[in-house]
């Protein structure tokens, strides 16, 4: 018992030329800590090297150099190691500086102090340190699943390439554009660009969907307003750029921003400063801008619809995200990436993959993502342990038919006999067909306000069927 004791005690190092004072210390320590105690800065240096401490007692004068020198050698050497000065003074100005110099505490030497003040502030200091190793486990472990998690996946050809232009833009600080279709994962990309500047997770990442910001409301939520600048401005508010601040800020479908909006863009990305709405006040910015949209600008700058000046200072960098027909060995990875990612231990037979390989896949990964999903449910539903081709229902997927522009049902949402016929079954198919319906109008307008307009119907009836459908309109 007593070795296994022995065992679990944490290592403490006391530095100090005062014999006396250490034997002292190590009648008081020893019991509770393994306490190894040296005369001057040398053995201290040859002991940290030697081995690791929990926390360090270190006297303020020591005969070869000062203890505050020693401190900052220390604090280079072993910056996370807690050190408590000891001290036979009690002037508050050395104390402050030795706190400065990033002293975890200190202690005066008096009569009483070992047994009470020195034992606390080292269980405190310990205490503190191990909370402190603990947060830098979460994040660093935080930052690698952030990597696996929005990892590019694939290696095919088109995504080889893209893979090699993203690494080559590591340090730049132009804007980018991404090119690609609606479901191609754009937004994965700018993720991409983003995590490989980390420095931990201290480098944010802002998106923004640049089509779901009304136009009356867009400047004040990119750029933020002052208080009283319009009505309903209870408080000052930072906007989107602000948040962004140090990091990247990824403006999806950004030719939908109007013309007006698109002036002020421009100006933030020439001055590198933003004003909030209502303020005469810049403020300066460390943002790089990552957009991205579906599509063609160049086109769009002739139509008069996207300014020009604007349309090159986007442009200094692109990237193109492929189409999933463009990169269908991908396949099988994303298959299994999905199943992954939503903790399935099912495994997909070869049919079912070829049936998914030989599929045009016009809604891209989005559409694949879905596809997944539906056939692991379908297949859990079985109480097997595959997906197989029959749980691979590539119609719900928005599959259509170009000869004949038929949409083929799931069975199992059609009527298979007399009990089949219910309301029940009925709110499903009209529920299956309104959602095929919203997701490729979204495809075509990823705008709700716009597809209500374009349907006569309210803004709050769109965005209700969004969200009782379940339809995301994120990107994988």
Not at 10 to 15: E, G, Y
Not at 62 to 86: F, N, V
Not at 255 to 264: D, P
């Amino acid at each position: 018992m007593e070795n296994e004791s022995a065992l679990t005690k944490q290592h403490i190092l006391a530095v100090d030329d005062d014999v006396e004072f250490l034997e002292e210390l190590s009648k008081s320590l020893s019991k509770d800590y393994d306490l190894f105690c040296v005369n001057n800065a040398s053995e201290a240096m040859a002991a940290l090297k030697a081995k690791d401490y929990d926390c360090l007692l270190l006297d303020m004068n020591l005969p070869e150099i000062d203890g505050l020198q020693l401190l900052r050698i220390l604090k280079g050497l072993k910056p996370s190691l807690p050190i408590i000065m000891l001290t036979g003074e009690k002037s508050i100005t050395t104390v402050v500086r030795a706190m400065k110099e990033g002293a975890y505490d200190y202690v005066v030497k008096e009569p009483g102090n070992l047994d009470v003040e020195i034992k606390f502030k080292i269980k405190k200091a310990i205490q503190q340190q191990q909370l402190v190793a603990k947060a830098q486990t979460l994040e660093k472990k935080i930052s690698e699943e952030n990597s696996l998690r929005y990892e590019i996946i694939g290696h095919s050809p088109k995504i080889l390439s893209m893979k090699g232009q993203i690494q080559a833009l590591k340090g730049n600080t132009s804007p980018v554009l991404i090119y690609g279709e609606s479901g191609t994962g754009k937004e994965l990309i700018a993720r991409a660009l983003n995590i490989q500047e980390k420095n931990g997770t201290t480098r944010p990442l802002i998106c923004v969907n640049c089509a779901a910001i009304p136009e009356n409301l867009a400047e004040s939520e990119l750029f933020g307003h002052v208080k009283g600048s319009f009505t309903g401005a209870h408080q000052q508010q930072d906007g989107k750029f602000l948040a962004a601040n140090g990091g990247d800020i990824f403006l999806d479908e950004i030719g939908e921003l109007s013309l007006t909006i698109q002036a002020k863009l421009l100006r933030v990305l020439q001055e590198k400063e933003v004003v909030r709405v209502g303020s005469n006040n810049s403020i300066k910015l460390n943002v790089r801008v990552i957009a991205a949209t579906h599509r063609d600008l160049s086109q769009a700058v002739t139509q008069g619809k996207f300014r020009e000046d604007l349309y090159y200072r986007l442009t200094v960098m692109s990237l193109s995200a492929p189409a999933l027909k463009e990169r269908k060995s991908d396949i099988p990875l994303l298959v299994e990436h999905f199943l992954k990612d939503m903790k399935s231990h099912l495994r997909i037979t070869k049919e079912a993959l070829e049936l998914l390989e030989n599929h045009n896949w016009p809604g891209n990964i989005r559409a694949l993502r879905n596809c997944i999903e539906r056939a692991k449910i379908l297949a859990d539903t079985d109480g097997g342990f595959q997906i197989g081709a029959r749980h691979i229902i590539l119609d719900h997927a928005l599959t259509q038919a170009k000869d004949n522009k038929l949409i083929q049902i799931p069975w199992d949402l059609l009527p298979q006999e007399e009990n089949d016929i219910n309301s029940d079954q009925y709110k499903s198919i009209v529920e299956w067909v309104e959602k095929i319906y919203f997701q490729k109008s979204f495809e075509i307008i990823p705008n709700k306000s716009k597809i209500a307009e374009q349907i006569s119907r309210s803004r709050n009836f769109v965005h209700g069927k969004f969200r009782d459908l379940g339809i995301s309109e994120g990107e994988v």
